[in-house]
């Protein structure tokens, strides 16, 4: 007979092939066209196909004028035969899914082939392809009719093709729905926030309801603000966990709310289905009917019904999803002592189990959280063997560098080691030390970096606390040197670059050499130096590696040729020997024996195993690319002793939590100490029955058998279905669940870079108001500003502003009708004493035409006991109208000024800031006044009711309402910067048009006032003048009355356009001076033209004194 021969693609059809299904079949079973027989082949007739067997999938294939690579048969007579042996067949490559893909992969045979096909989070569908290719070997066989046959047996593998492919599952419908999903998630993130920040801001600001500062004998209540800093630890770790859940649900909701490794998925134990109708009805089913039954009835404000309800239904799903989160780290925690310290529920003790339970939990957070840790680095080579202990538990190792913090040697040989090495009260030297599992070796999170995913981004991002890193040293995949070098250089041009943009920065802004340098040092320090730094240890790492491969190649590769193992099904050995070459200080890389079998022992560790084909790929396959390994293991060298966890456990919950709650509610600043009890004792709770303490001992999450019997079993089955599922995937199931809890909840990154922000916003908040409480009050002091009267502006060609004149109203001496000019001086007087003041009005109206009445304002303060408030006003009474008069309210002068402005406007901000940063946050403008009422519902009513505007208010309704004599009809309420948002609440609340200069607006806040303002009142009672760039007045969103001004500051000054005084000189020179005095600094520090003169006497001369 001829050797096998490859035919064209046309001719294949003629030849008879033979598929086998895996089991034994019957012979004389036609009923599809072929003849079986007992052992196990089937031969098919020319004109029929080879049947469905299994999982094979009958998909119309395309056509394909490659050729293709199979065993053809020579011609001959009687049928051909094609013989698979069944034992062969089912010598398969092994596969095991693993937790981290979140559920058990599809596996099905599909066109000859075997097929494993997973969604990954990125809307692909991965699939890994196995194909085995035989060698024939032919014979001829006798027959009955004297006919011979020819038969060809594929008896040994020639190849065994594995192929990875990825399909796109996403489409433009499913982008939509997802952003659809996702939009509302994202808004209660910046809503969770929003609150978040309020509630740090209002944790300090609610103690001014208590006593304001004015009335504080020599120094701020010291108890009062201890009582609140001790809540931050606990209150930022739990609006940061708030936080990283919010964010989780938005990945979800991206992701696939449905999805197999959604935090939501893994959480519940009902069907999926369920879930995913749930998830329907929430994000979807209830805008949608809203939208339908307020369009049909005809609400005016159907849009805003339809965006509230979205907004609410998501609201209640997130808290909903929080709870699941916190039940499910309740229940994992609970089921892991059972399972790893079944001591715990002994019935024969007479201990109730909840306090044996307790009573664990917190000595193993105390142990876990202050005993000493030694952090040891091992240089091993990435065929080795892992220790079942570690490498730090062999004595064949040692460790390349190790590292022990300052408390850890505190525990050793401080004072805590006290009575220090014979007679040790709070501590005890662990001889040997234990392993002490990062969550890094739990997981088995191992970055290896090759020539294929090297990037410059990945690099620079690279979490630098990774315990484990892994660098392709040999083969075709091996970073390359460029690459390498390229990663250093881009890392140092980075901080160089970073520094000099900081600095110039900070230089266009004008600041000083001196804080330039400070600055810049010390975001150097605490930011870009540890980069700098783990770039350095990479750099040494990858010279001591290249060093050592270029020495050892040939002596690896000759071991690893002399001791290849073929593959085979066979669990590790329990006590298996190593043959590990010894570490010493010449040769930190050490070369074990390769096996392909993992040595990990006990019910509860796993086995691996790997193909049963025995074959050898050619040598040129077998070009595997080798990896040096980096490892850090951390091991405990000392422990807590269990009276000093108890001791411990009780301070810290007396220090952070039953002080600060006791302290927050006995100062009236109720609404911050309910917000604490909700996140405090749930937070506790996490804090001390945290299941990742005992993942820290127990190792790898592979090595755990979480079997159906360790969680609840509900979640091994698919609900109200009885369908079971497997014992693997049960194990696969929960640890996946596990994982997946730990990872995103317990010890979520997320809550930590939260945590951090928090903090940093915390730490602002603190410095400010205590530097604004330990400021003196504010006293009117002279500003020395000078006005000459003999020049005036005319008015520009240019279309000037539309309101130079305020032509409703009253008309101010010397003018036929108001000038918006004249409301902005006497905006300007309010920061002036008496003294100063009355000179200027007397240069600006004639003679005692407007005059000062502070005394009238001191007898109202007096007598209504409010002369301590720091709330500053004038009243500028008209002597040619008695009936009418000008409030006049101090803006921002001193810090705490500052405060008064975050007290009132911070939800304006946020509310704003969430606009701007949500994608089509425009969306969601009709609910952001009630957003901004919810999340300031921290404010006590105390605080609202010792605010600024309630005493403005009150005065101006007390001139209406004819004080000591006087009764006013016509009055008008002006201010700039704070006075300026004062006006505008005064005259919203009060009724009295209100005329505003770089004023905080309000229509995001105005249902946070007391009384709330309509939208209507701040439309039509409220004017404001907004100059370009000024950041104050673009607070919150403006009503209908604005007149935006330009602004001739230089740009490199944030606050120089929020300037009462170059806002008069602008108004002036657009809309002529009009026989007002003008001030001289409009030229000497505004840049203006100097104006005409009217006299003999130059600017120069006139201005000699500014």
Known sequence: ??????????????????????????????????????????????????????????????EDDEEEDFVVVPEAPGPAIVMIPPSLLDATSSFRDHYSLGTSSTSLRFRSRYLRILDDDNNHQLILEEEIRMKPSVHVLPSNDNATTTTTTLTKPNTITRTIKANSTTNFGMAVARTFFTLPALFILMGTFCFSVQTILFLYMNIVAVETPNTWDDSPPTIAILGATLAVPLLLFGLGSAMSLSWALVVDCWRGLSSERSLLRNMVFWDPMLTEWICLAVFGGIPLITIIVTTLSRFDNWYQLSIGSWAIAVLLFQTFYMLLAFLNEMTICAQFLKRYMPNIYDERTNVPQWVKLLQTNILLTQQQKYSGVRHERYLVSGNALPPPEGFSGDSRYFPVQWHLKFASRWTLDGFLGVCGKTNRIFFDVLDPPQRNYSMEEVFGNVMIVSKHNFTLERIWCMDRKRSAAVTLTGGKASVSTIQMVSGHICIGVSVLVTVLTLAGLLVWLGESPLTVFIIVILVFGCCLFPLVLSSFQVYRFNRMVTTQTTHRSQETNSTLDNERVPHQVQPAQEHQSLEVAPFDERDPISISKQTDTTNIDTNDKKVSFHSSVTHDPPREEQSTDKAMISVWESVRISEMKPWFCWFTACLEIALFFLWPLVSLYSTGNVPVAIVFTVVGIPSLMRHYFNVSNLLHKLGPIDDLNLTSEMLSPALCGLGGSSKIRSEEDCKLKNQALVATIVKRVTRSKATGNWIILYFLLFFVVLVGFIMASNEESFDYRVKGVVFASDFYYDPQPELPYPTCSVQKGFSLPGQQAAALADYSFLATMSFAAQAEAQPLLNQWFGENQVVDDSEFVAMYRNETGTQDHPVSYKLFTISALPDSAVVSIRGSEALWDWTVDIQLWAGGVLAQMTKGILP????????????????????????????????????????????????YENLRVTGASLGGGLAILTGAITGASAISFSGLNAMYSRMTFDPPITEEQLNTRVFNVIPDRDVIAHIDEPGMLTQHTQCRGPKNSLFACHSMWRTLCEIQYQCGSNGRPINCWCTSRFGYPVPTSNSSVTWEEACADA
Not at 18 to 47: C, L, P, Q, R
Not at 921 to 936: D, R, S, T
């Open 1 to 62: 007979m001829g050797q096998p021969q490859s035919l064209p693609h046309n001719k294949r059809a003629s030849i008879q092939q033979i598929y086998y299904d895996g089991s034994k079949v019957d012979e004389h079973s036609t009923n599809d066209g072929t003849k079986k027989t007992t052992d196990g082949m089937a031969i098919f007739d020319e004109a029929n196909d080879p049947p469905d067997h299994g999982d094979e999938m009958d998909i119309m294939e395309e």
């Open 920 to 967: 089509f946050g425009w969306m969601w403008k009709p609910i952001l006044p009630y957003m901004v009422y919810i999340i300031n519902s921290v404010q006590s009513q105390k605080l609202k009711e010792v605010s600024y505007y309630q005493y403005t208010s009150d005065f101006v309704d007390a001139l209406y309402a004819g004080f000591d004599g006087r009764q």
